[in-house]
């Protein structure tokens, strides 16, 4: 639900972060700016916008109509003093702490009343892009996942100059566009998701590397047998639910039997290093010169479609 007190959100960078996060605040009616460094960023940020749009209305979570209403909320532009009055900053520029640095320079300069600065970074810690600042205090880590329009995890970390003002309002307006929002209670690399997220993944390489099982069939039991579960449930609920008698057992028993590797395996590392890079090349783990990329891209859309809750505007 759309708050009475923030009139002007500002998002900085016109990426697939940025783009995504200008159609969330618009499409909960929240008057979006979207900063781009020249006209051919500007250009494609707009594109990305109208894209996530054109999924949505093609799900059938959107009509043209209400599409048409929020597109009237945004405004792109290239100058800071169009983001002057704002009340909530989401920085996503490029993962560089001199760039995002620039960037807070120029927030400091032109802009004087909003409540926290978010930065959407995957890595960088909240102290280091503090120091970007002079009041360091509204600086707030805010990392959300792919595309954060549908996903509605929000990871919130202060750094250690963060206000609770600061973290209460990233809070409050990113759980009025129906965000779920954790607050960590100090930073940590990775966050909490990616922490659980690779934590897998290198067990599930250990198995390929251990000749224990391929990867379409790591693949295969995720999917149908214990991920779909935590979609409802979560994993210290379900792990209570089974008892923590039986887990101490099969945790003394299989705990030694885990991968304890410190760096990326052999098994990742040398498709990297023959630029065997995944998709983005054809080929990785596995063949994607053939895959059909929609069919895909809709596959990985589709467990967030139930997530969807925007207050949207209605339009004429």
């Known amino acids: 639900m759309k708050l009475d007190s923030v009139h002007h959100i500002a998002i900085i960078g016109t990426g697939m972060i940025g783009a995504s996060m200008a159609s969330l605040f618009t499409g909960n009616g929240y008057p979006t700016t979207m900063l781009a460094l020249d ?9 990305r916008y109208d894209e996530c749009f054109k999924d949505l209305i093609t799900k059938g979570l959107v009509t043209e109509k209400q599409a048409a209403a929020c597109a ?3 405004t792109i532009s290239k100058k800071y003093e169009d983001i002057a009055d704002t009340d909530f900053i989401l920085e996503s520029v490029f993962e560089r702490l001199d760039v995002k640095h620039s960037v807070y320079a120029l927030v400091e300069k ?15 810690s909240a102290d280091d892009l503090a120091e970007g600042f002079v009041k360091k205090d509204k600086l707030v880590g805010a990392h959300p996942w792919n595309p954060p329009h549908l996903v509605p995890s929000i990871e919130l970390v202060g750094s250690q100059h963060t206000s609770d003002e600061a973290i209460r309002a990233a809070y409050d307006i990113l759980e ?3 965000r779920k929002v954790v607050v960590m209670k ?14 897998l993944y290198r067990e599930a390489v250990y198995m390929i590397e251990q000749g224990i099982a391929t990867p379409e069939d790591i693949d295969k039991t995720l999917k149908y047998s214990f991920v779909p579960r ?5 994993l210290f609920e379900h792990f209570d639910y089974a008892g923590l008698d039986m887990i101490v ?3 003394d028993y299989l705990y030694p039997e885990l991968c304890h590797a410190t760096k990326a395996q052999d098994y990742i590392r040398s498709r990297c290093e023959a630029g065997n890079l995944g998709q983005k090349t054809g080929q990785g783990v596995y063949d994607w010169s053939t895959v059909d990329m929609d069919d895909f891209r809709k596959r990985a859309a589709q467990p967030y479609l139930g997530f969807f809750n925007w207050s949207l505007p209605e339009g004429e």
Not at 39 to 44: G, P
Not at 110 to 124: E, G, N, P
Not at 230 to 234: C, D, L, N, V
């Open 249 to 251: 057992i099969i945790h």
């Open 230 to 234: 935590y979609t409802s449930i979560g």
């Open 176 to 178: 009025s566009v129906g």
């Open 186 to 199: 100090k930073p940590a690399p990775g966050f909490i998701g990616n922490r659980l997220q690779h934590a």
């Open 110 to 124: 032109h802009c004087h009343r909003y409540k926290a600065l978010a930065s959407s970074t995957s890595a960088i």
């Open 72 to 74: 009237k909320l945004l």
């Open 39 to 47: 006209d051919e960023q500007a250009a494609a940020g707009k594109t």
